[in-house]
């Protein structure tokens, strides 16, 4: 072991070592990292990113190891596996106050605050982390009625470029805080996140479907309700599902109603069961623990490309028009479109580092497959892409498969990107943590 990494009293995978294989790589993107570092404590993470920076490597930050960039690894550098901190622990019952570890995943998360009662808005798969979600916004079942899971953040703990550990919080470092909420792993590694969360129920979850021939009505109807829906209802559509049928597969509207009252549920969710000819509808009381699914880990060789853009309210007929137009076609890509709205357009836009509050649409294009079927796809991937370019907004970093200079621009406005870039110069000079959508 390196002098240098004295004092570090996690576990170390090198290359060679039994685990190495599975050490290395993420869920999606394979690497072949010099070092593998599991802290089990503040202090081994202060002890790793000092390694870090002092041996000069490469350094990535793996929490759940979802990112489709494949941020969670690199080739011949350090990565730190926050996978060993995952604790949950509600710390003021009264006030809802709950600390997570910064490996933690949503699902340890929901499962840890089902006996309490509570739950915080997050995502929908169970082993995507805390940390990469929430620090680039945290689109979830419970969005529009409690905002992305970076709303829902209080404060954030952790180690920076220089080994400190510092708490940010509205009143503490409150420049920073703004930037971690949106900003991404730009600034530092975070060893526990505290979160507002709330009161909850079961909720009335599931899909209802619809002909692929009905996919253009379907999505017109379903884009108007939702400006007016309860905020309690969150919907994606679903279109083009290659294990359904692809361009022939239904049209899904995936839906969570918040809440355990089955006559409020069906007043919100009837109005979509009237969009068109329903041929499937598994909507059902469940806790909202198990509404998260488990995710999925490709096969050795399958690729995933991922693309995603906003679509603000002068631009969801057209988005939505395009898309159901493209989900019918034999080389569509897989489409999901998410509404948000609600609670994350209350928030103002220079209020966090995510800089989309207006939107009411996010959409991401997906396609899988070998690496000569992602690059056969690419022509007609760019073609659509082309097409939204007019009505798309930004991008979401969350369902980026690229972090092109392009891509950072989509995410963050010259305006966001600028108050970043200072708030970096102030914690991050030297650019050690790169391994994101990164601001210089």
Known sequence: MSA??????????????????????????????????????????????????????????RGGGHSFPGFGTNDGGVVIDLSRLT???????????????GGATWGQ???????????????????????????????????????????????????????????????????????????????????????????TTDVFFGKVAFPAAEAATVLAGWGEYMRTAP????????LANPFAGGPNAPVEIHLAYDGDDLDAANRAIDPIRA???????????????DVLVDGMTPPPGIQ??????????????????????????????????????GAVSRVA??????????????????KIGPPPVIAAAKPDLDALWAELAPYAV??????????TDDDVAAVYPAATYERLASVKAEYDPTNLFAGNHNVR
């Open 4 to 61: 240098t990494l004295e004092g570090f009293g996690g576990e170390v995978v090198r290359p060679g070592d039994e685990g190495y294989d599975v050490a290395g790589r993420t869920v999606l993107v394979g690497g072949s990292p010099a070092y593998v570092l599991r802290p089990v404590s503040v202090e081994d993470v202060r002890a790793a990113v000092r390694f870090a920076r002092d041996e000069g490597l490469p350094l990535a930050v």
């Open 87 to 101: 604790a949950v622990e509600v710390v003021d019952k009264d006030k809802h106050l709950v600390r997570i570890g």
């Open 109 to 199: 998360v929901a499962t840890a605050l089902a006996p309490h009662g509570l739950a915080i808005s997050s995502g929908d798969t169970r082993s995507v982390g805390v940390g990469g979600l929430t620090l680039s916004g945290g689109i979830g079942w419970k969005v529009r009625k409690y905002g992305l899971a970076m709303d829902s953040l209080v404060a954030a703990e952790l180690v920076t470029a220089a080994g400190d550990v510092v708490r940010a919080s509205a009143d503490e470092h409150p420049e920073l805080f703004w930037a971690l909420r949106g900003g991404g792993g730009n600034f530092g590694i975070v060893t526990a996140f505290e979160f507002t969360a709330h009161p």
């Open 231 to 238: 905020e309690e209802l969150t919907t994606i559509a679903n």
């Open 275 to 289: 969009l068109g000819t329903v041929i499937a509808d598994d909507v059902a009381l469940k806790p909202y623990a």
């Open 304 to 341: 995933l490309t991922t693309r995603s853009g906003f679509a603000n309210a002068d631009s969801v007929a057209d988005v939505l028009r395009i898309l159901a137009g493209t989900a019918v076609t034999e080389a569509t890509p897989i489409i999901a479109i998410r509404s948000v709205g």
């Open 349 to 366: 836009g220079d209020a966090t580092a995510y800089a989309h509050r207006e939107a009411e649409l996010m959409f991401a294009t997906t």
């Open 394 to 403: 930004g991008a979401y970093a969350n369902f980026l498969a690229t972090a």
